[in-house]
T-cell receptor, first 115, second 112 residues
Framework: DAGVIQSPRHEVTEMGQEVTLRCKPI?????LFWYRQTMMRGLELLIY????????DSGMPEDRFSAKMPNASFSTLKIQPSEPRDSAVYFC?????????????FGPGTRLTVL | GENVEQHPSTLSVQEGDSAVIKCTYS??????FPWYKQELGKRPQLIID???NVGEKKDQRIAVTLNKTAKHFSLHITETQPEDSAVYFC???????????WGAGTKLIIKP
């Protein structure tokens, strides 16, 4: 298995631009999590899905952030408009209810820089 | 809601010595406690975990202990090596809820 795949790996954009981050979970996993990591705030859960349905989006900072999961193999996190304070590493992770553990497998992350 | 506190935020130990990182949780219903290691520039990866029906678990040089009464769990690394340098995160979850509540992380520095 290729593991969790994220794209792009690096994104540099200017304030006000739309940013779309993409994630492909491990095949067969039915939970998908989006995290944001910064030095100041650590690892923050933004939103998570179960069977493509958003379960908890209370961590989404504000209306500028939105996430979708149109099918079991693809999810997007969109920021519109982007701001410099959105600069962070964004991780996607997946897991399966059939797993004996609640092990979350992380993707390589997308490093976002908003100028 | 559930809260997980992790200490210390930074830990510096001499190579070969032991390192201990401690976490406390607030929700007594929590029953799953994983530890993740994140090397610089890499993704967090699970290194060991423990369930609430077990008090201790070992895997070579690492071990995790759980005290349900006190609601705390700890990561122990013995004979530390340079490759142990990383940020370590503890987390907790409960029941069928697959959401993990994360600690703030501990930066472990191994001095040569």
């Amino acid at each position: 298995d290729a593991g969790v795949i994220q794209s792009p790996r690096h994104e540099v954009t200017e304030m006000g631009q739309e940013v779309t981050l993409r994630c492909k979970p491990i095949s067969g996993h039915d939970y998908l999590f989006w995290y944001r990591q910064t030095m100041m705030r650590g690892l923050e859960l933004l939103i998570y899905f179960n069977n493509n349905v958003p379960i908890d989006d209370s961590g989404m900072p504000e209306d500028r952030f939105s996430a979708k999961m149109p099918n079991a193999s693809f999810s997007t996190l969109k920021i519109q408009p982007s701001e410099p304070r959105d600069s962070a590493v964004y991780f996607c992770a997946s897991t399966s209810w059939t797993s004996a553990r609640n092990t979350q497998y992380f993707g390589p992350g997308t490093r976002l820089t908003v100028l | 809601g559930e809260n997980v506190e992790q200490h210390p935020s930074t830990l510096s130990v001499q190579e070969g010595d032991s390192a201990v990182i401690k976490c406390t949780y607030s929700d007594s219903a929590s029953n799953y406690f994983p530890w993740y290691k994140q090397e610089l520039g890499k993704r967090p990866q699970l290194i060991i975990d423990i369930r609430s029906n077990v008090g201790e678990k070992k895997d070579q040089r690492i071990a995790v202990t759980l005290n349900k009464t006190a609601k705390h769990f700890s990561l122990h690394i013995t004979e530390t090596q340079p490759e142990d340098s990383a940020v370590y995160f503890c987390a907790a979850s409960k029941g069928s809820n697959y959401q993990l509540i994360w600690g703030a992380g501990t930066k472990l520095i191994i001095k040569p």
